[in-house]
Nanobody, 130 residues
Framework: QVELVESGGGSVQAGGSLRLSCAASGYVSNTYCMGWFRQAGGKEREGVAA???????TYADPVKGRFTISQDNAKNILYLEMNTLKPEDTAMYYC????????????????????????WGQGTLVTVSS
């Protein structure tokens, strides 16, 4: 089992920044990727960013150039640095662990985050006001 606990959400104005953190514990070495997805009210999950075992990263088009995913392997902490936030970024953000090979490359596909994710945290709310 992998346990994931997110933190760092909050309310900011458009153009502002936030950094989300995700503390992972348990059998983290069994994961092939770690990532973030978000879900706004009444909508499907949207894969935001992911990082693979080899450090490769994937970003959804709406966040490219604004969000950066990183990880501290020694502390098992995953980060999501979010800059130039927009109102449309408002959502609950979840940290997730992927257990399938090459999951980092698939993470931003709707099919993967809505059907194949096996483990995620309780989420942290990000609200961006205009």
């Amino acid at each position: 089992q992998v346990e994931l606990v997110e933190s760092g959400g909050g309310s900011v104005q458009a153009g502002g920044s936030l950094r989300l953190s995700c503390a992972a514990s348990g059998y983290v070495s069994n994961t092939y990727c770690m990532g973030w997805f978000r879900q706004a009210g009444g909508k499907e999950r949207e894969g935001v960013a992911a990082i693979g075992r080899d450090g490769s990263t994937t970003y959804a088009d709406p966040v490219k150039g604004r969000f950066t995913i990183s990880q501290d392997n020694a502390k098992n902490i995953l980060y999501l640095e979010m800059n130039t936030l927009k109102p449309e970024d408002t959502a609950m953000y979840y940290c997730a662990a992927g257990f399938q090979p090459k999951c980092a490359a698939r993470f931003t596909s709707s099919d993967y985050v809505n059907r194949y994710l096996e483990r995620w945290g309780q989420g942290t709310l990000v609200t961006v006001s205009s």
